[in-house]
């Protein structure tokens, strides 16, 4: 049963993915994209630019990568084979998709015309690159703790920790210009998507010890 419903759950994502996808390329942006990206922007809270300045800084450029292969050799080095493989591979394999989407997709980035732009990027805007690393790889580090640590105060923050970028993550890349809230959502369908093929790689791996 447990498997019946995950899988109807990955089916679900791939259909919504597929709908928001066709729609991202036929339409630059949606109207409810400037009304909650405005409505983003308007935060006035002490502290909250630097919290989307520092949330987004983690998944730009080679901080990324640096973060991901630091984790995975990490991993490595303590005999985590398993877990230190399907990090590096999966992220990297989620970093190429990502890419594809976007060159299949062809939809621009926001534009200062309808919202502040904070930060400007070339390349194209649907689904978001930051929001998909963020799910694969700290995800995967939430998956890793779960089914390792054992129950406590300390798992707790741990889980925390790594929880609080993905839900940081898309505000951040909205309040910044980067991206429309559809971009977004695109992200974390695309990042649970991968996510999951990640956790379902790993448990196999783990199970069989052929890593």
Known sequence: ?????????????CGLFTILGVSAHRFSYFQWDVS?????????????????L????MGTGGTAWWITISAGVALLAFKRVPAGVTCLVGVG????????LKY???????TDELIEVLIEYPNLSFPSGHVVF?????GFLFYFMARRKKPGWQR????FLVGCPIALVGVSRVYLGAHWPSDVLGGYLVGGIALFLMAVNYARFNRTGNL
């Open 1 to 13: 049963m447990k498997r019946l419903y995950l899988g109807l759950g990955f089916g679900i994502a």
């Open 156 to 159: 707790f923050a741990a889980m």
């Open 104 to 110: 299949l997709i062809g939809r621009p980035r926001p």
């Open 93 to 100: 394999v989620g970093s190429l998709l990502n890419r594809v």
């Open 54 to 57: 520092a949330t987004s800084w």
């Open 134 to 138: 963020y799910v694969q790889f700290f």
């Open 36 to 52: 909650i990206a405005q409505w983003i922007q308007a935060t006035t809270l002490v502290g909250f630019h630097s919290l989307m």
